[in-house]
Each structure stands twice: as C-alpha cells, then as structure tokens.
C-alpha cells in the first residue's frame, strides 16, 4: 500500500515540475510604452531581414549617416513586422515612408492588411495612402463631418497598438506621443470589435457623392 501512495506522490510531483517547467517558459504576454519624439535611425537593416527573412546573411551596409541603435520608432517598427497573419490599421493620418514600407513589405509576404482613414486626412500632402492602395492594400475611409480620428493597429488579432501618435514623419521626430503595445484578449477583442464595426460601416457600397453643382 505504502509502496502505491508513493508511485501517487512521485507522478503528481512530477506533473507538478512539468507544469511550472511549461508555465516558465510559456512567454510574458507584451507590455510595452513607447514614447515620442524618436531620433532619426536608419530603418533600411530591419526593412531588409523583413523583406527577405531567413535569409541568412547579413544585409548589406546602409551608407545613410543616420544613426543605428535602440528607439521608439524601431521598436514600432518591429512589432508591426511581427505579424504573419493580419494587420487592422485604423489611422488618422499615414504620411511615414519607413512605416508605409513595413505595411507594404508585410502585404507582399501574403499578411492580409486592411486599413481605414479619415478622408480629408489622406488628401494631405505627404499620405502614403495612395501608395498602398496602388500597392493592393484594401483601404476604406470615412464620409462623415466629423474626423476618423482613432489611432491604432491590431497584429494577428492577439496584439494592440494604440495611443495619441498619428503616424506621420512630424509626429514621430518632433511630437510628444506615445504607443502602449499589449497582448490582452480583453482589450484587443474591443478594438477589434471596432475596427469590424467601422470597416462594415465605411464599405465603398455606401459612399454617396455629390457633384459642385448638386444642391
């Protein structure tokens, strides 16, 4: 008898150590604050290992003077080129060269992107918006008085990226803004919910337009 309660303990000791051993290394969910303004780095190493992941060899040496190193616009960056699934961008203003390459380069590896905007917004000088739409990236926009003012990306429906940084060269090199980056199912299933809701609401089947002279 004593011989069996002793197998008992020994198995449910061990099942206990297999599951603090998975638990260990099952990764921290993301928790992260980026804040703005970011220097200038040079942007070409991680748009290069997206473009072409795996690869095996080191990109070629960018001859830009800009600076190499650790910032907010880099890390912004690499959580965006982490998805392989999807990307839902709801954006009031995208007028960033390095950020519209990274959504480009994310829709040429196959990741399903859909991105809405405010209307007036992408008629500024300076938008990426007609360039990802050129490059097939399904673009939708508002029809309203009001802005579409919400910033925020969601990555492979698990992670949210949202704060008061308006994705444009001026924001992020000259602004105080910030980013909160976090996997949460709670708070990405809400934007998510939003960003459908929008999407539906803003589908080209609806637009109305009027000409000069319609009264």
């Not at 297999?18 to 099952?26: G, P, Q």
């Not at 579409?148 to 949202?162: S, W, Y």
């Not at 001026?170 to 999407?199: C, M, T």
């Amino acid at each position: 008898m004593r011989g069996a309660w002793a197998g008992l303990a020994a198995a449910a000791a061990l099942g206990l150590a297999l599951a603090v051993l998975v638990w260990r290394r099952r990764p921290r969910p993301v928790r992260e604050v980026l804040f703005f303004p970011s220097q200038p780095i040079c942007t070409e190493a991680l748009l290069a290992e997206a473009a072409a992941p795996g690869a095996g060899s080191r990109p070629r040496p960018c001859p830009c003077p800009l600076p190499r190193g650790d910032c907010a616009l880099g890390r912004l960056l690499r959580r965006l080129l982490s998805a392989r699934r999807s990307l839902e961008l709801c954006l009031f203003a995208f007028s960033s060269p390095p950020l519209a390459r990274a959504v480009q380069l994310l829709h040429r590896r196959g990741v399903r992107v859909r991105l809405v905007t405010d209307a007036q917004s992408m008629a500024m000088k300076g938008s990426q918006i007609g360039l990802l739409r050129h490059a097939g990236i399904q673009v939708r926009h508002d029809q309203e008085s009001g802005y579409m003012h919400h910033k925020f990306a969601i990555v492979d429906g698990r992670m949210l990226l949202t704060g008061s940084l308006n994705w444009t060269t001026q924001a992020i090199q000259s602004n105080r803004e910030n980013v909160l980056v976090l996997e949460d199912e709670e708070y990405v299933k809400a934007f998510l919910d939003e960003f459908e809701r929008i999407w539906e609401e803003f589908d080209p089947r609806n637009y109305s337009f009027f000409s000069k002279d319609s009264k």
